[in-house]
């Protein structure tokens, strides 16, 4: 695992891009270019994730000769932390272009320490470990923060199931869920609440195994949420 550490006098972009550390997405090849990311240890004792890409783009109306993808998922990031949603907190973002006008790009985060992804949640037996109450609060709990993120008109555009992460603290009735979400590099905003809404929900239950009760209690603690039915969610 890579070391992080630095001093006020170095450029953070090339600092960063120097860093290594052990590869958690190795890089790969799409979008014209190529984006991995390493897991390194800052001498502060955080555990970052750097996200590194080269000519990795994206075009959009606003940007039609392309920006860089890091770019976009931290601009999801910070507006959904800003709403409450569960999601890293970025310490670096910065995209540049060398002498081939080429962009180099670079998004810092913190590691969500002690989240793991909801499928290994499940598959370790948490739920069963913490009660049918918790699950309820757990489904609830990444109910509201769904609701949060459309009704701030942000959608997640990649809601896999995979994307999702859980932490449960404290035991017996003290015991807590936390949810966080990842993989922000399609976030955007949509021009109402409700678009943004059946985007994410219905991708979300193409790609969950809840059951069909969880699936409805969820909704139903959505829609309480969001503040109002959304026809075809059911």
Known sequence: MGQAVLTESENEFE???ATRGEWVEPPN?????????????????????VKRQTGHIYRSVLHPFGRPTVLRERDALEGLRRLG???????FCGAERDEKLQWRALLVTEALVGYEPIEDWYAAGGRERHGEALHDQLLQTLAQNLARMHRGRW???CLYIKHVFVRVTGEGEQAVAQVALLD??????RLTARRAALH????LRRHSSFTAP??????????TAFGSALKGLE
């Open 15 to 17: 600092y960063f891009w």
């Open 29 to 49: 090849v799409r979008r014209g270019g190529e984006s991995g990311v390493q897991r390194v240890q800052a001498d502060d004792g955080r555990l970052l994730y």
């Open 85 to 91: 949603v569960g999601a890293p907190q970025t310490v």
């Open 155 to 157: 959608q997640h555009s």
């Open 184 to 189: 922000l590099e399609k976030g955007r905003q």
């Open 200 to 203: 994410d929900i219905k991708q």
């Open 214 to 223: 969880d699936w409805e209690k969820f909704i139903y603690f959505y829609q």
